[in-house]
Every structure is written in structure tokens, then in C-alpha cells.
């Protein structure tokens, strides 16, 4: 059997629920079997203690089930992986933390390789603050995580520099999470004290990683730096060079966060938060780079038609403005039994605007919609 520490897998367990698998001691005998039900998080801290550990061959190979499986099955694994993630983000970070977030992430990769589209529409169709105002933080990293991948992708970024990308968005921010979480419900403007808080993260963060056991310099000095800028308006500490990877997450966090909804504020409409992203930028090949990856109209955003059509766009196109949508409304507005595909490349059903989600009194399962528009 292949054992690896229970501590790099404490995330998987939730107290009041069935264990995923079994747990053994350290010389491989069987401890408790899978299905056995914890009722607080201290008594795992025990066996954590004594160094128990799993068989990770009882994992379900989730990256392999994501590679095989229906597009319209992607969702769920989708909720899946950001729940994952999610609770390793909101935990202390202890132990061999880089084990533990590479562990929890490669579902989130599997995802974005698999289905391009489908990973930035998540990023992209944010209704409400999803899960919460307590999940905002996680969320928010993972779509950070996910347009910043993306964009490396297309850059041609090695593996090596692909990973620190996907590590440093997921981390950024994990000495803040309770600030961010609470900023989204907040209508009243930033405190001085809250102010401070937001300057000091960079720094207050890379020193939590390093407590964390983590040694990559590049991770560090990336998440040191993910809020500074080429002219020196940025924060904290204003370096006379910025690190590259920082440079890609700071326009990726910019940009997925133009696309969240806040409290006092409804989201941007996708098309104008790409303008915004990239004059802010001054034309970088980064954010060049990033805002390309997403397209004109990128998965997600919901557009009318010449038709008269109103629908949302699921899979980018041959060119940056012809996507291909699933339209929830007939020429009259009224809504469809149905949703059906639409490829506006075709002049007839060429795109007329971007128009608000919350503007649009239709919900439909992301699962219908996906089935509408099949590989």
C-alpha cells in the first residue's frame, strides 16, 4: 500500500460525517475503517499526533473521473473542487502545507485543462457572493487561480512557472481571508485600521506560508509582491523590479474581481471590465495575454442578439466576438421551454450587447445549459 500523512489530508474530514477512507498507524495497520464518523475536529488532531496516516490508493482518482467524464457532469466537480480547496484556505495553514494545497488543487487543474470554457465561466457567472459571504476569499483565489492559469497557458509559461501561478493565487490572500469575506458585505467605507490590514497581507501572508514549512522563493517573493506596481503605486514595498508571476496575478485578481458582485455594487459587465483591465494595464503583454484568453465575450456572460434573443455565451468561438451561446429566450422575450444553441457567427444571430444577469428573470440549471451546447 502507498501511505502518505494524515495531516496532508485534514481538509477531506468533516466533523459529523463518514471519513472518505481508512486511517492507519505508521507502520500500516488498520486503525479505523472508512466511514468512521468523527464528532469534533480534536479527536483527528489526535491520530495526526500519534503520525497516523491513509492508503491513497482509496482515493477515488478524481483528475481521471474529470478527464472522462460528460461535460454537463463538470459542475458538480466543479462544486466539489472549490469545496476542497475552500477548507484548506479557511484552516491554518500547518504541517507540509505544500503537500496538502497541491493535493487539494490538482482537481481544479484537471478541471481547467478539461473544459477551457466551462473553468471560465465560473469565473465569469457570479450571480451572488457564491456560498456565502464566508467562502467569498476561497472563491475569489480559485478564480484568480483559474484566469491566471489560463493566461500562463497561453504565454507558453513552463510547468515550474504554471505551478508557482496556481500556488500564489490560491495563497495571497490567506492572512486577509476574514477581512475579504467581511469587505463584500460592507457598505461603510474602509477603516484606517482595515486599511492597514489590506497593506500589510502581502508581507503578513508570505510569512504565514514560510511558517507553513513552505521554501519556494519564487512562491514567496510572488505573493510578497501580487499588489505592486510598474510605476510605484502599488504596495508595500515599491521594488524597482516586480516579479512576473506577481505581475499576472495582480492583473488576474484585478480583473475576476471587476467581475464579482459586492453589497453596494452589481458586478461589471464582462465586456467592460476587460476595457478597464487592460487601459489600466497600459496594454502589458500579461494582461494582453489574460484579457485574449477570456475573448470579447467570454463563457458566462449573458448577451442579446440581432435576433432578439437573450442567452448565455458557454464556449468561446473561432473569433474573439462570435461565441456560442444558449439562449433562454424566444424573439419576443419570453422564455424558452428549452434552451438552444446559437453560433453568432451567423449574421442573424450576431451579438447585439452584453446585458446585466440580474437583469435576466430566467434561472436555469448550469447543467441545462450545458447540455444545450454539447462538445
Known amino acids: 500500500m502507498s501511505f502518505q500523512p494524515l495531516s496532508l489530508h485534514k481538509t477531506r474530514f468533516q466533523a459529523g460525517k463518514p471519513t472518505p477512507f481508512g486511517i492507519f498507524d505508521v507502520s500500516g495497520r488498520l486503525l479505523l475503517a472508512r466511514g468512521h464518523q468523527f464528532e469534533s475536529s480534536e479527536q483527528l488532531d489526535k491520530l495526526i499526533e500519534r503520525e497516523a496516516t491513509v492508503d491513497v490508493r482509496e482515493f477515488d482518482d478524481t483528475a481521471r473521473k474529470i478527464a472522462n467524464a460528460r461535460r454537463d457532469q463538470l459542475p458538480a466537480y466543479w462544486d466539489e473542487s472549490m469545496g476542497e480547496v475552500g477548507r484548506l484556505l479557511r484552516a491554518s495553514p500547518t504541517g507540509d502545507f505544500t503537500a496538502s494545497l497541491d493535493e487539494a488543487s490538482r482537481p481544479l487543474l484537471a478541471l481547467i485543462e478539461r473544459d477551457p470554457d466551462l473553468a471560465i465561466l465560473q469565473a465569469v457567472r457570479t450571480e451572488a457572493v457564491d456560498g456565502g459571504p464566508t467562502a467569498y476569499a476561497s472563491r475569489h483565489a480559485v478564480h484568480t487561480a483559474t484566469a491566471a492559469c489560463l493566461a500562463a497557458a497561453r504565454l507558453g509559461w513552463s510547468t515550474a512557472q504554471k505551478q508557482c501561478v496556481l500556488r500564489t493565487a490560491l495563497t495571497m490572500n490567506i492572512s486577509m481571508a476574514e477581512l ?196
Open 180 to 375: 475579504q469575506n467581511k469587505l463584500v458585505t460592507q457598505v461603510s467605507p474602509v477603516t484606517t485600521m482595515q486599511r492597514a490590514e489590506i497593506e500589510s497581507h502581502p508581507e503578513r501572508s508570505a510569512a504565514m506560508l514560510e511558517m507553513a514549512g513552505v521554501t519556494d522563493n519564487d512562491w514567496l517573493e510572488a505573493v510578497r509582491q501580487h499588489h505592486e506596481e510598474h510605476d510605484g503605486t502599488g504596495y508595500p514595498k515599491r521594488p524597482a523590479k516586480i516579479n512576473e508571476v506577481a505581475q499576472l496575478i495582480h492583473s488576474a485578481d484585478c480583473f475576476t474581481a471587476k467581475l464579482s458582485p459586492r453589497l453596494k455594487r452589481q458586478p461589471l459587465l464582462a465586456d467592460a471590465a476587460a476595457r478597464l483591465q487592460y487601459q489600466a494595464a497600459k496594454g502589458d503583454a500579461l494582461t494582453a495575454a489574460l484579457i485574449k484568453e477570456f475573448g470579447l465575450y467570454p463563457p458566462g456572460c449573458t448577451v442579446r442578439l440581432k435576433s432578439g434573443e437573450v442567452g448565455m455565451v458557454m464556449k468561446r468561438g473561432e473569433s474573439a466576438n462570435t461565441p456560442v451561446v444558449a439562449v433562454l429566450t424566444d424573439r419576443q422575450g419570453n422564455l424558452r421551454m428549452e434552451p438552444a444553441k446559437r453560433d453568432t457567427a451567423k449574421a442573424e444571430f450576431g451579438i447585439q450587447a452584453v446585458v446585466p444577469l440580474a437583469g435576466l428573470k430566467v434561472r436555469v440549471g448550469l447543467e441545462k445549459l450545458i447540455q444545450a451546447v454539447p462538445d
